[in-house]
């Protein structure tokens, strides 16, 4: 009967083991939360300041052709308008305004309700004349909202 007793104490004192793998598992869990967060981070702590379009006091850079396109579609390319809608003569316009040649920056300064076929026709009319770089100007809606 006593061995019976020591077996069974015997028995009771083997310690439990301890289950690694959950562990594991949640700290890869983490580890991976850390890694996404932080990669977001980054671009959340980029301030950036966008210009705005206030034409008057921007400075005449010779390689850039400024396009004005109004809320009913009319054109005016470095503060001149044009006289006609039609691809040619925006064309013509932009080549004689195009000082620095192919190199030239096409900045095309749409109104917001402009129509979408004004901005093509300007696009269209640029490529005729073999200027590749197009960007358009904006502004941003807290900018807007100042004024």
Known sequence: MSRGRMQ???GARDEPEIN?????????????????STTYSKFTEMQLRL????????RDYPKE???AVS???????????VA?????????????AATGGKDSVVIISADASSPHQAVITVMEAARRVGLV??????????????H
Do not use: C, E, W
């Open 8 to 10: 069974f104490r015997h």
């Open 20 to 36: 690694l793998i959950p562990f594991i598992d949640v700290l890869l869990v983490i580890l991976i939360f850390l890694m996404l």
């Open 51 to 58: 210009p705005t379009a206030d034409v008057d006091s921007q």
């Open 65 to 67: 052709v400024i396009v």
């Open 71 to 81: 809320a009913d579609g009319r054109y005016s390319i470095n503060k001149k308008p």
């Open 84 to 96: 006609d809608r039609n691809v040619d003569t925006v064309a013509a316009a932009l080549g004689a």
């Open 133 to 146: 770089q197009i960007t358009f100007a904006a502004q941003s809606s807290a900018q807007q909202a100042g």
